[in-house]
Nanobody, 114 residues
């Protein structure tokens, strides 16, 4: 069974940094692109970043230059380094494998104060 466990969220002031982690199990991690999504109150869930099996990356325009997605296939873990955080980054952050099968963890809350 696919399991995704997000961690690393918290409360930070604007301009600060956080590093999110997602521990994956139940599938062959290295075979899948991995993504980070976020959902703010009253908003649709949004794709934030994706990393392919070969290491190429995609970012939504609003986080380019501030966020970095990476992966460690030996640890079955994907990371999201978030720098220069803004209040509009406040959301619950989720990771997900690129698959037709929806598998979501519990998410981790990121709150950025002004």
């Amino acid at each position: 069974q696919v399991q995704l466990v997000e961690s690393g969220g918290g409360l930070v002031q604007a301009g600060g940094s956080l590093r999110l982690s997602c521990a994956a199990s139940g599938f062959t991690f290295s075979w899948y692109a991995m993504s980070w999504y976020r959902q703010a109150p009253g908003k649709e869930r949004e794709l934030v970043a994706r990393i392919t099996t070969s290491g190429s990356t995609y970012y939504v325009d609003s986080v380019k230059g501030r966020f970095t997605i990476s992966r460690d296939n030996d640890k079955n873990t994907v990371y999201l380094q978030m720098n220069s955080l803004k209040p509009e980054d406040t959301a619950v952050y989720y990771c997900k494998r690129w698959s037709a099968i929806d598998s979501w963890g519990q998410g981790t809350q990121v709150t950025v104060s002004p």
